[in-house]
């Protein structure tokens, strides 16, 4: 995102274009741009200290089963 957070949704829409397998997000930033927009893509995360912060993982605008750390 260049340091950048709000580059971060539409970063996350050309990588769902692609349609990978799953969605590594690396930091707060990255992990809030994921979390901005629903998708169906599985979200693996790291280097989020305090994730509940972040976003509510839990109780996001939509269900998000497939996320983890």
Same mark, same amino acid.
Request: aromatic fraction near 4%.
């Given at each position: 995102?260049?340091?950048?957070?709000?580059?971060?949704?539409?970063? *996350?829409?050309?990588?769902?274009?692609?349609? /990978?397998?799953?969605?590594?997000? @690396?930091? +707060?930033?990255?992990?809030?741009?994921? $979390?901005?927009?629903?998708?169906?893509?599985? *979200?693996?995360?790291?280097?989020?200290?305090? /994730?509940?912060?972040?976003?509510? @993982?839990? +109780?996001?605008?939509?269900?998000?089963? $497939?996320?983890?750390?």
């Amino acid at each position: 995102m260049g340091g950048d957070p709000e580059k971060g949704p539409s970063i *996350v829409a050309d990588v769902e274009k692609v349609k /990978p397998d799953l969605i590594f997000a @690396v930091g +707060s930033w990255a992990l809030q741009a994921v $979390l901005s927009r629903p998708t169906t893509i599985p *979200v693996v995360y790291a280097m989020v200290l305090n /994730p509940p912060s972040v976003a509510s @993982v839990t +109780s996001c605008r939509c269900a998000r089963p $497939l996320i983890t750390a």
